[in-house]
């Protein structure tokens, strides 16, 4: 079992207006674990590069703007992928 719990999963769908079937708690488990681990991971080396041992919110959103920079860019190759 992941660290994030059934409840914390389930309400994220709810607020989203949406039920969450007993099938999608583990993949939607494993997905936002997989997510925060890799903002974490983002994070540190952020903090590494400034020479500290404590993630500050400044290295969190590093972290985040790099994560959404991939996004965009797997975004722009599947759109290449569709073209010709």
Known sequence: MGKINTSTIKSFVIES???CAKDAIEPL???IEKYAMSVVEKAKEAAKEAKR????GEDI???LESENDEDEDEDLDDDSDNEG
Do not use: L, N, P, V
């Not at 041992?53 to 500050?56: A, E, G």
């Open 61 to 63: 959103a590093k972290a």
């Open 17 to 19: 207006g949406f039920r």
């Open 29 to 31: 488990r494993e997905s």
């Open 53 to 56: 041992k404590t993630i500050m």
